[in-house]
């Protein structure tokens, strides 16, 4: 069987097995769930066998260790990966939610409700508690996933969907509202991003290599995650105290998530007091700046050139740039911001409002690190991604975000 | 200069002049309308000239008489076009509603808000009081619009969006927030489905062709629009004098509208009473019956294919079949719908309750005619046109569908 048909089998699957999941009640999603996360629990020789697997052919091509610390699963991970399927099951349930509603003028009553998409595709990297993860949100949210994961983890994401769907067929629902694409070559990503009719929506999460290509070859509607150019802008009116620990806090918290800080913006006025404190504070945590001509005349700076403005080094590295105005800062960003999180520090709340009122991005913080734009931060309970798109959702996706709706109107025998 | 070239060129400057609409008032956006409204009325003579000279090229070219009705404006039509801008006037200002909002845990404040999607392109067919609407809408949703007309109203939507760009000028905003697509050939709308990062959402309103064309071709997130191949479905337990008048209004009270019922499915047990009425009320407003066998013991109905099951006539035609129960009525909706409107005519709450919750379109009606799936029925005021998908928006679609969102987070220095 090609790739293709390969994939719209189990597509035509998760099609059939997605009518009774939408039908499902939250009691019996809640009760899969915790399922769920008590076979991982019972089986989870059968997984670190498997991932042993992975992480043994990932050492033998040379991988390098963070890479492969990505990937390896322990008996931690795995209880982390059974909680977070506990927390989801904790979480209200979306589908039924009235988001609007009343009665018209003629009497005929109008209700907005929340009804899943149907069909997911999940395109990701490395991580096998993505699996978990999205297997956990999808089935609480009604619709039933394709899961297309990293090839150098296919023994571990095999052996864990194999434990969820037993769990999942044990509690009543169909098995085929969680699976696995069949296929380790790009063609069964194409043929994923070409069953439109099938799926009615494909999230990829990884580089911006990866997602780019799925937003340019997909046929069925995508929702961009996760690219994070994002700035911190200090402002004349900051203050410093409060600036020092932010820009900090911001690049080094964790360097390789999507809202850590990647480039630094100085307010010309405050840049003789604070610059010297931020090189030093950086350098000392390890940062390398790539920096302007004014951050250019301290010790250990590299010269950035355009290339560092638009990159996200996911790394122990910064963009640094004085800027002469809040109107530079708001230029700057507006050309290379990648439309995730941006920072303003300041005082002013003239400033302030413009920043948030001109700021296209999916978050614009206040006096904050960029590392609260996050689904756990924001109280979701839960995130299938960030979203750097404006079409459906954008930011942090939670479980609401995980549906579309439907008008449900109700008359008497009522006509135009 | 190519066509790509023209339609960038364009597309950068909406998109400069986006900023400014992006953060005017509701008083500055709805004087705007007025001046609109206003100019429309004031420079009439020159709008009929214009569209005079796209219908006497339609009537040498042989276009259909209905087509050219379509095409035609008189001033009973400008004054509606007029009125329609002053009624968006009327409607609240989606742009900064918030949409959830309060204090997290740690002391940070969290708001969503709704703001402008940027740059909106509309690809659409004949009617040029399409051109005003979709001005007035993006107008006060903040978007600036470019738009792609049929060619055959060039002449109208050339002279419609020079006073609509004259009065915006007067009003203070950027003339730009209103712009025709340059260019006849098909060339500049696969230019503007091109424009990626210039365009944030296309909206296509038309055919089915057109609308495929654009979801297949476009790498700019696309709004499906209006395809509506929508059913009525009478339950055994129907009232059969709601649902004889129900029918016919679906079906007769006006054709060419994606609203309008395209197919008729009649529950076994009260064929042998609905069917000779429901013929004969049907045959005698003109409408073909495409039916079944149940249905071609009548006389003059024309046997019905598959091809019926699935067309969206747009005329006094209907597809009809008697089917043997509830399941099989949803079942051939499953397999036909476009996902428009379906409806269902019956007092048995289980049955209703099951319909509602099973088909899986962007409205399900008990009781009502199909014709209710409107902007303008739902309250909405205003309306873009009807999506189908489920990405994003789903059903008619007002003002807030025409928006994004931002995260906005505001703290006091605080870190992770």
């Known amino acids: 069987m090609s790739a293709e048909a390969a994939v719209r089998e189990v597509a035509q699957r998760a099609r059939v097995a997605s009518r009774g999941l939408a039908l499902a009640t939250r009691a019996q999603k809640d009760a899969t769930l915790h399922a769920m996360a008590d076979a991982l629990l019972a089986r989870s020789e059968e997984v670190l066998a498997a991932n042993a697997e992975d992480v043994a052919r990932a050492e033998a091509d040379g991988t390098p260790p963070n890479i492969i610390d990505r990937l390896r699963l322990t008996d931690e991970r795995l209880a982390g990966m059974a909680q977070g399927l506990r927390d989801v099951a904790g979480l209200a349930d979306p589908v039924g939610e009235v ?104 999230i990829p999460r990884g580089g911006a290599g990866l997602i780019q290509s799925v937003v340019n070859d997909s046929t069925v509607p995508v929702i961009e995650t996760g690219v994070g150019n994002c700035h911190v802008y200090v402002d004349r009116a900051a203050d410093l105290d409060k600036a020092l620990p932010l820009v900090l806090n911001a690049k080094t918290h964790r360097t390789s998530v999507c809202n850590a800080a990647e480039s630094l913006l100085v307010h010309a006025d405050v840049a003789e007091e604070f610059l010297p404190r ?45 800027v002469p105005d809040l109107d530079a800062a708001l230029e700057h960003i507006r050309t290379w911001s990648s439309g995730h999180t941006d920072a303003i520090v300041t005082e002013d709340q003239g400033a302030a409002r413009r920043f948030v009122a001109e700021v296209d991005s999916a978050a614009v913080l206040v006096n904050a690190s960029t590392r609260f734009t996050d689904g756990g931060e924001f109280g979701f309970g839960a995130e299938i991604g960030i979203s750097t798109q404006k079409l459906h959702a954008r930011g942090p996706m939670g479980l609401p975000e995980m549906t579309s709706t439907k008008y449900v109107v109700i008359g008497d025998g009522h006509v135009r």
């Open 278 to 322: 931020v090189v030093a504070a950086l350098q000392e945590a390890g940062v390398t700046i790539h920096g302007d001509d004014a951050f250019g005349s301290y010790d250990d700076v590299v010269v950035a050139t355009d290339d560092d403005w638009g990159t996200e080094y996911l790394s122990l590295d910064i963009a640094a740039r004085v």
């Open 99 to 202: 988001v609007r509603g009343g009665v018209l003028a003629n009497g005929l009553e109008l209700r907005q409700v929340r009804v899943p998409f149907g069909v997911v595709g999940m395109i990701y990297e490395a991580r096998p508690n993505v699996t978990a993860d999205a297997a956990g949100i999808c089935l609480k949210s009604g619709n039933a996933v394709l899961l297309r994961g990293s090839s150098s983890a296919r023994s571990s994401n095999a052996a864990i969907v194999a434990v969820l769907r037993d769990a999942v067929a044990a509690s009543g629902l169909e098995a085929d509202v969680v699976q696995l694409v069949p296929g380790d070559s790009h063609d069964s990503v194409k043929a994923l991003m070409r069953a439109r009719g099938l799926v009615d929506v494909l």
